[in-house]
C-alpha cells in the first residue's frame, strides 16, 4: 500500500467571558435562558446603532497572544464580512481580516497563523415546527478565532492526536487565563478541522473543513472517518472527487457530509469598518504589563510539578483544573519530601474520587480552594489524622464549614501532647493487664492492640505514632 500524508489545519472559535458584549453594553450571559433579553439596537442592527468596541476583550487576545509568544499587531482594525443569514442581521459580520490582533506563535507542537477578534451570531433554533426561532441574546457577544498553519503527518492516528492535544491545551490555556470557560458541550468553544491527503509529501492535498464538532472526542473520530473517507476515494481512482467543500459531522452516524461547496474570502467582500475606529494597540496597551501579569501557565506548571516527581498521570489531573492545580502546587511547596508524598496520594485519591463526575464543580461547590488548602496543611502539620482529614473533606463539600470548625465540634484534632498521651496511655495499661502480659511474653503485635485502644479511648485523634512510643515508654520502665 502506497503513503499518504495527512494535513490538518485547525479553526478555533472562543467566546469570551466579558461581562458585556463586544460591540454594546448588553449583558454577555452565556447562562441566560430567557431569549432575547439581552439585546440592543446595536447588536439588534437597527438603523443608525454605532457600535463601540469592548477593550477588555481585545484585552484578552493581547494576553493569550502573548501566552503562545504570538505577535501583538501595532496596527489593527475591524473589517466587515458580509453574507446572508438570519441569525446575522445586518447582513455582515464584524471580524478582522488583514490586520489580525495576534499573528505567529505556537502551542503544543503546532505553529499559529493568527488570532482574532470577531462577534458571535444569533442563536437559531429549528426544533419548535415548521419555522425557526431567532434567540439575540449570542448575537455580538465576542468570539475570538485561532488559524493555525497547515502541519502534515505520517498517519491519521498522529494528525488526530496532534490536533486533539492542540485543542485540549488551548482550551486549557483560555481556562488558566480567566478569559474564556471554553466549554465545547455549551459551544463556547468550537472546533473546526480542515483536513487533506497527499500522496506527496511536499504538496497539499485539496482541503475539506468540518465543522459543528462539539467534543474532542468528535473531533478525532471526525478526523479519522475524514481522512479513511479521502483515502479510499483515492485508492479506487476518484480523488477527483474530493472537492474543496465545508462538510458536516453526524454524531450519531459517526459521518461526514457535504454542506456546502466553500467560498473564496472574495465572496465575503470584505472592508475596514467605517464606524469603527483604526487601532494602535502598542500604544493603547501596556504590553510589557500586560506579559507581567500573566499568571503561570500549564506548561510551566507541568514543570513544577515534575520536579517534585509527581507521577505524570496525577499532574495531568491537576493541571485539568486551575484550582486544583493552584492547591496542590500550594500544598507541594509547603510539605517537604515524605508530607508531600503523601498529599500526592491524599489529593490525587481522595479529592479526586470524592469529585469523579463532572469533577471541580462538585468539590468546589460549597467550599474553595484556600480551605481545602487549610485542610491540607493541617495535615501536613499532623494535627489531623488521615482519616479524619478524609472525613472532614467530605464535611467541606457538603457543607462549605472551615475545616478548623469542623474538627473542632467532631473532636477530630489530632491529640500530639506527648503528656495527655502518657496519661490516657496508662489508663490503657492498667485496664487491659492480659494483652500486657502476652506483650511482655514476647507477643510484639500485642502492642497494636494497646494502641488500637488508645485510639479508641481518644476517639481516633490520638496521633498513633505517639501512642505507641508513649505505652513502650511506660513498658519499658515497668520491666
Ligand atoms: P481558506 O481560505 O479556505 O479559509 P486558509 O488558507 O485561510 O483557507 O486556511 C484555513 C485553515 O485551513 C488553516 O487552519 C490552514 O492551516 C488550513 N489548511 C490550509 N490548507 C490546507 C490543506 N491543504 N490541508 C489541510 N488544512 C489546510
Ligand atoms: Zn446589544
Ligand atoms: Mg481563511
Known sequence: MKNYYPTIGLEIHAELKTLTKMFCSCKNDPD????NV????????????????????IENVIKIGLAVDGNIADFSEFDRKNYFYPDIPKGYQISQYKYPIVSGGHLAGMDITRIHLEEDTANNKHDRGDFSLIDFNRAGVPLMELVTEPHTFESAEETAKTAINFAKEYQLLLQYLGVSE?????????VEANISVSEDPKNFGTKVEVKNLNSFRSV??????????????????KGSEIVQETRGWNEGKGTTFSQRKKEGSADYRYFPDPDLPKMKLHEAFDLNKIKKELPELPEARRKFFLSKNVPSQVIEIWISDRRVAD???NTLKYGSEPEWSTMVNFITNDLVALANSNLMDKVFGKTNIDSIYKLSKMYIEKTLSSRAAKDILVVMFETGEEPEKIAREKNLLQKNDEEALKVIAQ???????????DYKSGKE???????G??????KGSANPQIAKSSILSILKQEK
Not at 45 to 52: D, F, M, N, R, W
Request: glycine share 4%.
Open 453 to 458: 485502644q488508645m485510639m479508641k479511648e481518644t
Open 32 to 35: 441566560e435562558e430567557k431569549p
Open 38 to 57: 439581552n439585546i440592543c439596537p446595536v447588536c439588534m442592527a437597527h438603523p443608525g446603532a454605532l457600535p463601540v468596541p469592548n477593550k477588555k476583550a
Open 427 to 437: 489508663k490503657v495499661i492498667d485496664a487491659n493487664e492480659k494483652t500486657v502480659a
Open 327 to 329: 492547591w496542590a502546587k
Open 220 to 237: 478525532e473520530r471526525a478526523i479519522k472517518y475524514e481522512l479513511d473517507r479521502m483515502i479510499k476515494l483515492i485508492e479506487e481512482g
Open 445 to 451: 503485635n500485642a502492642i497494636m492492640s494497646l494502641v
Open 182 to 190: 471554553a466549554n465545547m458541550e455549551k459551544g463556547e468553544m468550537r
